[in-house]
């Protein structure tokens, strides 16, 4: 695929590159220095893997005081800064470009303090997403943004990306769930935004820092919330005969008030792949399934989902079927999880990350399907129903250039259609160099131009992860 562009190299660094990696080599370990060419190779990419860029170098820092060098000494000679965590962005957001120096924090991955009474973790941004839980399940906690890349994806790269996952329906994305960060500038500068308690005084800038894409400096410290686990939670399947039935189940419930802690949705092609794949019990007999989880005591858990099955009695569900131990609930949990991963063992595939209404489920639902069968393609449909987050993943075969182009243009029609029906060109996935150029399709040339105006207060320079978010000629008009 060659469809998104990518920077010309500035010939000028290109020269420099002994003596730029002479002088970071000056500021950090030589371990923490990467410079050999088969070293660098796996930082050219990240999950977008159908676009790579060599980096001028990578730097693995182990203090904030590392990043600060590093950051101070680039922005000086003018270089390009990636920041990169686990390298988990299906948006292309941690790919490098050849005159940059990727910034990785895969070695800061300690956490710091956890603050039980106050219900707070202090951590490093390298730390696993995964970690976070680990460290505080003994004690009945848990940190809620759950992504299914939660296993290897970073504090620091989900801050990144404000990202989400199955449970955010109930407890909220990444932003509602982050009180504080340690941001280096690109000065070197290193700034506490926000702090350990809710709602710190002055200028939301928390807010601008997370979901930032690493464009505002590098996150090294984070303090994120952690809230107690729930007495009991029960994961329910609901097998539909229609998508478009599920999609207005899910309207329905979400429009009659009622917050279950998880809305999942998966179409047909979706439950084939992910029941070989988990052996998780999803029902084989239906077009659509939803998995809803309901939470709390046993009482609250029926009463909630008395209230849940009626509606779907309303829809035409076929199937309801309640996990009826806690392995039953992981294999149904591992399947949703599992499900890129899962599709990823049958088809090359392109994830895409819109939000819709929910209201407008079934429309989208059908027209989607009209997008990608227009193509000549195939899809299959897992995502966040509750909170109208989409991810269509159209299913493709990448040594195939044509069929590659048309997976491209598929996924940027599905996008265009859910900015026309009232929502938005990413849901958790950020924009990165995959959705760059659509932000003129979102977005209109003064609203582009602020935005393009509050990064350049940061970044005035245009050198940390320069070529993303915005169109590439963007710079320009900022
Ligand atoms: C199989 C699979 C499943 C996924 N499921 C989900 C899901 O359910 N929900 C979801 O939201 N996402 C999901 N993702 C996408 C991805 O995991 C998330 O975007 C994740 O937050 C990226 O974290 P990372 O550490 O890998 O960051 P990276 O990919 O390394 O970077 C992501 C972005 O953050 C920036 N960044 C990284 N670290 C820092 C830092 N310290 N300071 C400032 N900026 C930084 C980077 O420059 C980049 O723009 C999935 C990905 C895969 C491969």
């Known amino acids: 695929m060659s469809a998104i562009a990518f920077p010309v190299p500035d010939p000028t660094i ?52 590392e990043v600060a060098a590093v950051l101070k000494f680039c922005g000086e000679q003018g270089v390009p ?11 292309g957001g941690a790919i490098p470009q ?47 943004p759950d992504p299914s890349s ?14 989400g996952g199955a449970h955010c329906l109930k407890y909220g994305v990444t932003t509602n769930n982050v009180l504080g960060v340690t941001l280096v500038m690109l000065d070197g500068s290193v700034v506490e935004i926000g702090g350990a308690h809710l709602d710190a005084p002055g200028l939301d800038l928390l807010g601008l820092i997370v979901g930032s894409e690493g464009q505002l400096g590098i996150v090294t410290e984070a303090t994120v919330r952690i809230l107690r686990s729930a007495e009991g939670a029960r994961p329910v399947l609901f097998g539909f005969p229609t998508s478009e039935q599920a999609g207005e189940a899910v309207a329905a419930i979400i429009g009659a008030g009622i917050i279950p802690v998880a809305m999942e949705f ?13 052996h998780a019990g999803y029902p084989m007999d239906v077009e659509a399934l939803l998995i ?84 000549g393609l195939r899809v299959a449909n897992v995502f966040h129903a509750g909170d109208g987050n989409l991810h269509p993943l159209i299913l493709y075969n990448c040594n195939d250039p044509v069929e590659a182009q048309k997976a491209e243009d598929a996924g940027m ?46 970044d005035q320079a ?10 590439l000629e963007g710079r320009v008009a900022a």
């Open 98 to 144: 050849e005159d940059a120096v990727v910034i990785g924090v895969s070695k800061m991955n300690r956490i710091l303090a956890i603050d039980y009474a106050n219900r707070v973790a202090k951590v490093q941004a390298g730390v696993t997403n995964l970690a976070v839980t680990g460290e505080v399940s003994a004690e009945g906690f848990f940190y809620a």
């Open 413 to 458: 029609d599905i996008l265009k259609l859910c900015v026309e029906v009232g929502g938005c060109l990413t849901g958790e996935h950020g924009v990165g160099i995959e959705k760059r150029d659509l932000m003129t399709f979102q977005f209109n040339p003064e609203d582009l131009a602020q935005q393009m105006r509050v990064r350049a207060v940061f």
């Open 292 to 375: 809803i989880e309901v939470e709390g005591s046993d009482a609250e858990m029926d009463a909630q989902l008395a209230r849940i099955v009626a509606i779907a009695r309303e829809h035409g569900v076929k199937t309801v079927k309640e996990s009826k131990s806690a392995m039953e609930a992981a294999a149904i949990w591992k399947g949703r999880k599992s499900a890129f991963g899962a599709t990823g063992r049958i088809a090359d595939y392109i994830c895409m990350d819109g939000t819709i209404p929910t209201g407008q489920l079934p429309h989208v639902l059908r027209r989607m399907d009209e997008i990608v069968k227009g193509y």
């Open 14 to 65: 290109l020269a420099r590159r002994e003596q730029i990696i002479e002088g970071l080599s000056r500021l950090v370990a030589p371990a923490a220095l990467i410079t050999a060419e088969d070293e660098r190779r796996p930082y050219e990419t990240d999950a977008l893997t159908a676009y790579r860029r060599l980096p001028l170098a990578v730097v693995l820092p182990s203090t904030t005081q």
């Open 81 to 91: 800064v990636v920041p990169r965590g686990a390298g988990t962005s299906l948006a």
């Open 266 to 278: 998966m179409d047909k092609p979706a439950i084939e792949i992910c029941e070989a794949f988990a």
């Open 462 to 471: 245009w050198l940390l992860n320069p070529a993303k978010v915005f169109p």
């Open 150 to 163: 939660q296993l290897a994806c970073s504090i620091g790269g989900n801050i990144g990306m404000n990202s």
